[in-house]
């Protein structure tokens, strides 16, 4: 039970939740529209375009298409594939892009518009009411239901001058209630500790150190904050140095276990355990994604390719190399640990020299398809994680290097490394250098070198300022959700997309500004939160350090 010092948090928790609900279910439910028909007889070449029309007038193009129709009109049903949009007031403009000559005799025949919503009604205006709800740009037309295109006026709009909604304010107001009492119920007989997403982050004394597994966490709950802030934050654009993070940090740790015993690379045993545990811990939270994006909107093609990692669109596209990085670990290990047998510095040159090459001669080599953009194959990434832990836990870890055994030089290192991030993350907001500097410091090699000197660093300054700042509570929480993090920002940033455009009238919602930082940063997190205990945590456990 909680303490009465902790009830309010209870309350403060449940009115939240309340308050979220209202506004998805307001948002989704009430205004979201599935598709939109139109019936009528079309001039060939008519260029269709659907917008959603926001609370200050400003039209958001939402769909298009062209209508290929012959010489000799016939009424056709036409519309929208699926859209699944919030969608207040609908404004529908019909473009005539056919030959000059034939613009005097181009006409539109309307004898419907139907407005399909997935859980409300359908609206459907004809020819009884279409006069009614829509009006007009094109001024010399009687009536909306039938006009003629000119040389002077070749694209005609629809605009509807109500609102198309239907209240349903059981729905409206009755979830948010149940949603109130049901949290608080479960929040004030529960424990904050009982919580996957919190409860995780006290497990560094079972699989590693404290000391490492903050800092470790830390660092990810970093990695991820600068993804989001390169997306939402004004003048940032620090994905590059976010991503290096990340991939150098999944090398780093990954390869850890193979390099503290090399003889585990050679076991298939091992092998499979590794693959099956990396399987667990991206698949389930991945695949849910995309069953939420693309199955559940009929996009069946592109959620198969996403499925089985041929295409990964959007901000999914790190999933397609590091499922590959997943595959081709063990090998690389297992050249690795032959060489450590000549001499433990050789799978550091070896991968030095790999990682030379990739940056050089594989720089412009895009195996994958991301949709608008082919990514590089950024292995050499990688490559420098796996560089980095042989430094840490092979150099460092056996003593044969300890360039920091005194208290004085790890406070001096503090300070600077404090310094380097600093100027690590400035590389890449709005305090630039000058072009020539920014020319070499903007490289992603360059951003991953930092990134293993980051994790180094990190580890090696316990009980220094520094330290602190990188382990903080609000890093470390994220660090912990962070895949379930980076994999649901893209439809937090939605959300409260929509929430500006639908609440706060804003005519540019998904510009960068730092209150669609914090709004999007509050919805995710709390996504990730429950998406991280119930959906991802459950595939995956944690063993203490003797089985390991």
């Known amino acids: 039970m909680l303490s009465k010092f902790h009830q309010p948090f209870a309350l403060i928790l449940a009115f939240f939740a309340a308050i979220t609900a209202f506004v998805l279910i307001h948002v989704f439910f009430q205004n979201t529209t ?6 009528g007889t079309f001039s060939h070449d008519t260029k269709v375009t659907i917008n959603a029309v926001s609370g200050n007038g400003h039209a958001v193009p939402i769909e298009s298409y062209t209508i290929k129709g012959s010489r000799q009109p016939k009424p056709q049903r036409t519309g929208t594939t699926q859209l699944n949009v919030p969608l207040k007031q609908l404004r529908v403009e019909f473009d005539y892009l056919g030959p000059d000559s034939d613009v005097n005799n181009a006409q539109v025949t309307l004898t419907g518009i139907e407005v399909v919503k997935p859980y409300m009604k359908h609206y459907y205006f004809n020819g009884e009411n279409i006069d009614v709800f829509f009006s007009s740009s094109n001024d010399q037309s009687k009536s909306i239901r039938a006009f003629n295109f000119s040389s002077d006026n070749t694209t005609v709009a629809l605009t509807s001058k109500e609102a198309i909604h239907d209240t349903n304010w059981a729905l409206i107001l009755g979830m948010p209630i149940l949603f109130f009492f049901g949290i608080l119920f479960i929040v004030k007989n529960s424990a904050w500790s009982q919580i996957p997403a919190f409860a995780d982050m006290s497990l560094g004394h079972r699989i590693s150190s404290s000391g490492e597994f903050d800092a470790i966490n830390g660092i990810r709950g970093l990695a991820a904050l600068l993804v989001l802030f390169s997306h939402t934050a004004p003048g940032y654009e620090a994905v590059q140095v976010g991503l290096a993070l990340l991939f150098v940090i999944s090398g780093f740790l990954l390869s850890k276990p193979f390099i503290l015993d090399p003889k585990k690379v050679y076991s298939w045993k091992n092998v499979e355990r590794y693959l099956t545990k990396r399987l667990k811990r991206i698949l389930p939270m991945y695949y849910f994604y995309v069953f939420l994006i693309y199955v559940i909107d009929f996009k069946i093609d592109l959620a198969l390719k996403h499925f089985f990692f041929v295409q990964a669109e ?6 397609t190399q590091i499922f590959l990085f997943y595959v081709m670990l063990p090998f690389v290990l297992m050249i690795c640990c032959a060489a450590y047998r000549i001499h433990r510095i050789a799978p550091i040159v070896l991968l030095v020299v790999a990682t030379y090459f990739s940056v050089i001669y594989a720089r412009d080599w895009t195996p994958f398809y991301n949709g608008r953009f082919s990514k590089p194959f950024y292995l050499y990434a990688f490559f420098m994680g796996i560089i980095g832990s042989y430094i840490q836990y092979d150099l460092i870890g056996k003593k ?3 360039p920091w055994g005194k208290r004085w030089v790890r406070e001096l290192v503090s300070m600077l490394a404090i310094v380097f991030v600093f100027y690590l993350i400035a590389w890449s907001a709005p305090m630039r250098p000058s072009l020539a500097i920014f020319h070499w410091v903007s490289q992603f090699w360059l951003k991953c070198i930092a990134s293993v000197v980051l994790i180094i660093l990190a580890l090696n300054t316990p009980k220094t ?3 602190t700042i990188i382990a903080n509570p609000l890093f ?3 660090g912990v959700i962070g895949f379930s993090f980076y994999i649901l920002h893209g439809l937090g940033m ?3 997309e929509q929430v500006q455009i639908q609440y706060l009238a804003d005519s540019s919602p998904g510009g960068r500004s730092w209150r669609f930082m914090a709004g ?6 709390f996504m990730a939160i429950i998406a991280y205990s119930y959906i991802e945590r459950p595939f995956f456990g944690y063993r203490g350090k003797k089985s390991e």
């Open 34 to 39: 599935a598709r939109v028909l139109i019936l």
């Open 314 to 319: 959007g901000h999914l596209w790190p999933m």
């Open 400 to 402: 044969w290097l300890d």
């Open 465 to 467: 300022l520094f330290r």
């Open 476 to 478: 470390r929480s994220v």
């Open 494 to 496: 939605q959300i409260f």
């Open 520 to 525: 999007a940063f509050v919805t995710t997190y």
